[in-house]
């Protein structure tokens, strides 16, 4: 199957400053992205899609102005969590799609462990 | 806004088989039924999908009703290494308007 990458694989920062994570389709064209966030014992919780070339798409109690996402290339979008704060200390999972092959196929990356101190 | 409903946890004793159910009554005919797993601290793994016959691969095996209301995974011979949260997910094989979201998943404990 299709290979989805994420870097960093854990990263820890301090409060207020800012954070990218990179999610990258190694092997397709991913015109679709999607971040997750998951806290522990919970189940992935969808924060937004972005299709390439266009502005993401933001699930509804997400900040859009905190989390910025990037999709500018058919095989790279990244989601910088901006100011960071404790409470955002979470897994970030992406996943990815060809939405040209009509296909709803979908190729998860291995997630991003964030830690605010 | 999942569509399936599994159980909260089950166990199963290593080597024998895991069936995890999950309902789907609200399935429409176009809609595939997915399974994912989620081993701690990771991404989702795919692990098998259908429409509506029976399915197996190296993994696992799908059993759909027919009705097509649920569907059971089984994991023939569970290991310590099968233990993980497993999502039912239905969804669309085509279209590209469809916005993935997941359940809380059955967490599948195997114990020696």
């Known amino acids: 199957g299709a290979v989805v990458s994420q870097h960093p694989s854990r990263v820890i920062c301090k409060s207020g400053t800012s954070v990218k994570i990179e999610c990258r389709s190694l092997d397709f064209q991913a015109t679709t992205m999607f971040w997750y966030r998951q806290f522990p014992k919970q189940s992935l919780m969808l924060m937004a899609t972005s299709n390439e070339g266009s502005k993401a798409t933001y699930e509804q109690g997400v900040e859009k102005d905190k989390f910025l996402i990037n999709h500018a290339s058919l095989t790279l979008s990244t989601l910088t969590v901006t100011s960071a704060h404790p409470e955002d200390s979470s897994f970030y999972i992406c996943?990815?799609?060809?939405?040209?092959?009509?296909?709803?196929?979908?190729?998860f990356g291995p997630g991003t462990r964030l830690t605010v101190l | 806004d999942a569509k399936t409903t599994q159980p909260t946890s089950m166990d199963c004793a290593e080597g024998r088989a895991a069936n995890l159910p999950c309902n789907h009554s609200?399935?429409?005919?176009?809609?595939?039924v997915y399974w994912y797993r989620q081993i701690h601290s990771q991404g989702p793994q795919y692990i098998i999908h259908?429409?509506?016959n029976n399915e197996t691969n190296e993994m696992a095996s799908l059993i759909i009703t027919e009705d097509r209301k649920s569907s059971t995974l089984i994991l023939p011979h569970a290991t310590l290494r099968d233990t993980a949260v497993y999502y039912c997910i239905v969804r669309p094989a085509s279209g590209g308007s469809y916005i993935p979201t997941f359940g809380r998943g059955t967490s599948l404990i195997v114990h020696p």
């Open positions: 996943s990815a799609r060809d939405g040209r092959t009509g296909n709803n196929e979908q190729f």
């Open positions: 259908g429409l509506k």
């Open positions: 609200t399935i429409s005919g176009n809609e595939y």
